[in-house]
């Protein structure tokens, strides 16, 4: 069975705290993505990495950086939460493949509260 | 760019009665279309898709969704719905001519289906 794991379901974090969620994929899958889910928003690609130590920016990146040391492994960073941040936030996972037709699986999410 | 429209934000429906969940894109090269499912408290999960050939797709669990290119649609529909049904439904294209290797998916706002008794 096929999984994605996200290392908290649910986090609680001051102003100005460096938070770390973590995201581990077991399939060998090379695109990994990170998302925040909104109200009426949907969800919204902050950051995606197409391969170890490989990273690209996607429609709002700025607050966050990311870090994927190993293949499986895919880390979201707020170095300084602010509550405009407080939200669910959602990692992907999806092989290789032509033309963007393959399936993305999902984490269970984190839903992170910045006070 | 791509862009993904859905109409509804909330959908409520009586047990049983049928339901259409709507969803219009704009594209200007061929696309990839999806339908994701998030049940309460989940991630979200595929629940069908439309690559080529027949413009009719389904999924195992009763909905099913048809491509209309000249509407640019993607309407997920259901005969019959079921309590089990009730979730947030995302309509969503792929980027063909993503960044790299990756072809961005682009989501939907999404659709609350709220089943009543």
């Known amino acids: 069975d096929v999984k994605v794991t996200q290392s908290s379901r649910y986090l609680v974090k001051r102003t100005g705290e460096k938070v770390f969620l973590e995201c581990v994929q077991d399939?060998?899958?090379?695109?990994m993505f990170w998302y925040r889910q909104d109200p009426g928003l949907g969800l919204r690609l902050i950051y995606f990495s197409y391969d170890v130590k490989m990273k690209e920016k996607g429609d709002i990146p700025e607050g966050y950086s990311v870090s994927r040391e190993k293949k499986e492994r895919f880390s979201l960073i707020l170095e300084s939460a602010s509550t405009n941040q407080t939200s669910m936030y959602l990692c992907?996972?999806?092989?290789?493949?032509?033309?963007?037709?393959?399936?993305?699986?999902f984490g269970p999410g984190t839903r992170l509260t910045v006070l | 760019a791509q862009s993904v429209t859905q109409l509804d934000s909330q959908v409520p429906v009586f047990e049983e009665a049928p339901v259409e969940l709507r969803c219009n894109y704009s594209?200007?090269?061929?696309?990839?279309l999806f339908w994701y499912v998030q049940y309460p408290n989940q991630g979200l999960q595929l629940l069908l898709k439309?690559?080529?050939?027949?413009?009719l797709v389904e999924s195992i669990n009763g909905f099913e969704a048809e491509f209309n290119k000249s509407q640019t649609s993607f309407h997920l529909r259901k005969p019959s719905v079921h309590i089990s049904d009730t979730a947030e439904y995302f309509c969503a294209v792929s980027d063909p001519a993503g960044y790299s290797s990756a072809s961005k998916i682009i989501f939907g706002s999404g659709t609350r289906l709220s089943i009543r008794p």
């Open positions: 439309y690559l080529s050939g027949s413009t």
């Open positions: 594209s200007s090269v061929s696309v990839y």
């Open positions: 399939m060998d899958h090379e695109n």
């Open positions: 992907a996972s999806r092989p290789t493949g032509t033309g963007g037709n393959n399936e993305q699986f």
